[in-house]
């Protein structure tokens, strides 16, 4: 068993990860920022082995970072066989040219790797056409030196006669031809998709919405006693999914779709704009937050920021601060706790962010953990009431013709 697992372990391809340091990325928020594309390249099936910083006002144009720093990571991937190299921000054409020429291996920008994992994870017919789409548009102006990208779309052998100038422009013909056939695709898809959401407009619709791996599908599970796939990795849910769900006879549709992310590339938003549709048009957002994140602030204004762009930023929204039961106090913070074991000090500061996040006028808030479905009967109270308040919009004489008790809704 040993040896097969040494095998399994040889075979997985490893990878150095860059960034840089500048007066406005310090190097705990570098560090943090690496962590997140180590655990995007866990995802894709890449094991890091190596971490690499630079201290730059703004990167080389050339080669993103100084060309000693480049020198010292050809010497690392050379003396520990390593063939990867992925940077956490987006890299020009030129500079992924530049780069490969100098350091002669696989090169991975932050949005490339993000375009890898939704092509693994994409399930659905739209799904698939929707990253297709991205990779295909994302692909086009670096075509120069990335025939093992082209190649893995294709399923090819990665033969090729030649890669001059000449097949170059040959494949840039033959992308914007599939970039127009998999626009006309989507097209009728959206059109499909656009009918049966009109079937939709009879009954109270709510979305699930947040950063990627903050426990969306594992609420939506508690909520609607389904079974969708959730796990602990980065973009585990790229199709939407709707389920209708009663709660207190009260029926609603409940949808979840891709976990937005920090950087999230423009291409995938764009092709992804029919299927966030469901958010769009959703009544309520369930804004999900993973509060044992030490960047769960950021990660609120991510979001906030894609919705804006997607025009979604004025929903009447639940805040679902989720994952209470692995929050845990920073160092900092404990440096200032006194006397206070750190169990005391967590309950205290838990108690310090629901009192400032619940007393807002502008969105309710609830702090639960979907896993022990700690809190979830408050979540749900919580969503009934704001269900049915556009419920009666819908059918105003609802209460008046079910005979049932509703008075809870108009107290104070």
Request: with cysteine.
């Amino acid at each position: 068993m040993a040896r097969e697992s040494q095998e399994v372990n040889a075979k997985t391809p490893r990878a150095v990860l860059v960034a840089l340091i500048s007066q406005k990325q310090t190097v705990e928020k570098t560090n943090e920022y690496l962590d997140e594309l180590a655990f995007l390249a866990e995802t894709s099936g890449i094991e890091t082995a190596k971490k690499f910083t630079q201290r730059l006002e703004r990167p080389d144009t050339r080669t993103f970072v100084g060309k000693g720093k480049l020198e010292e990571i050809k010497a690392y991937l050379k003396a520990q066989d390593i063939g990867i190299v992925i940077f956490d921000d987006d890299l020009s054409p030129s500079q992924i040219k530049n780069i490969e020429n100098e350091l002669k291996c696989k090169i991975y920008d932050r949005s490339l790797l993000i375009l890898d994992i939704f092509v693994l994870r994409a399930k659905s017919a739209q799904a698939r056409t929707q990253v297709e789409l991205a990779r295909y548009q994302y692909l086009l102006p670096r075509l120069t030196n990335m025939w093992t990208h082209l190649e893995r779309q294709r399923g090819g052998t990665g033969a090729r006669g030649g890669s001059g100038e000449k097949e170059i422009e040959t494949d840039k013909r033959i992308i914007k031809d599939k970039i127009t056939q998999l626009k006309e695709k989507l097209e009728i898809i959206d059109k499909q998709n656009a009918n049966r959401r009109k079937s939709r407009t009879n009954v109270a619709r709510v979305a699930l919405v947040g950063y990627t791996n903050v426990g969306k599908s594992t609420l939506m599970n508690q909520l609607s006693k389904s079974e969708v796939f959730a796990e602990n990795k980065l973009f585990a849910t790229v199709d939407a999914t709707v389920r209708k769900v009663v709660l207190e006879r009260i029926p609603f549709l409940l949808s979840d779709t891709v976990g937005f992310i920090r950087k999230l590339p423009h291409a995938l938003i764009e092709s992804f704009k029919s299927t966030l549709d469901e958010v769009r048009e959703a009544d309520i957002l369930l804004h999900v937050v993973d509060i044992s994140h030490p960047s769960f602030e950021e990660h609120i204004e991510v979001v906030n920021a894609t919705l804006s762009e997607i025009k979604a930023g004025d929903k009447k929204v639940i805040m679902v601060f989720n994952k209470i039961d692995l929050f845990k106090p920073s160092e900092e913070m404990l440096s200032l706790a006194m006397d206070m074991d750190e169990e005391t000090y967590k309950q205290n500061m838990l108690l310090k962010l629901k009192a400032t996040y619940m007393n807002r006028q502008d969105y309710s808030a609830v702090f639960i953990s979907a896993t022990r479905k700690e809190n979830i009967s408050e979540l749900r109270n919580l969503l009934v009431d704001k269900v049915t308040g556009r419920h009666l919009e819908i059918y105003p004489n609802y209460l008046k013709d079910s005979g049932m008790d509703y008075d809870f809704l108009f107290k104070e």
